[in-house]
């Protein structure tokens, strides 16, 4: 139902929207602390893709639950994209409730060949646009 793509900057903490499907709810460039949490053991350490079933499970890992359920959302996806043992990025999926089990995601992993080209050339193109 919605998918947006970040970039992370790990010195910051933070993470930065670089692609969004609804720019009305989650405009290019918002920034999102990056917290200490669930999602980050398993995202940023174990670079494994991060998967919830209810509003619930969202809520104890990301501060914009209340908009995400607000927008019809209640299970989520975060695939991480890593280059070099780091994670730069993710591609992030909200759907209904129970939607996002282990196994859907799962087929995203053939995409991130895809991803890695296009982060790398936005992370590039960031850095050269901040000179």
Known sequence: RLLTASV???DARQSKR??????????????????????????LRQHQIFHTLR??????VFSDWPLIRSLGNGSNANIPVVVDGKVIGTL????????????????????????TIAFQHLAKSMREASH
């Not at 499907?21 to 053991?41: Q, R, S, V």
């Not at 509003?55 to 104890?60: C, K, L, Q, S, V």
Request: glycine share 4%; hydrophobic share 40%; proline share 8%.
């Open 92 to 115: 992030n999926l909200l759907h209904e409730a129970d939607y996002y089990t282990a196994e859907r995601p799962a087929p995203a992993a053939a995409l991130l060949p895809y991803a």
């Open 55 to 60: 509003i619930e499970e969202i809520a104890e």
């Open 18 to 43: 670089l692609y969004s499907e609804n720019l009305d709810a989650y405009p290019l460039g918002g920034l999102k602390p990056i917290l200490d949490n669930h999602y980050t053991e398993v995202v």
């Open 8 to 10: 992370y900057d790990m």
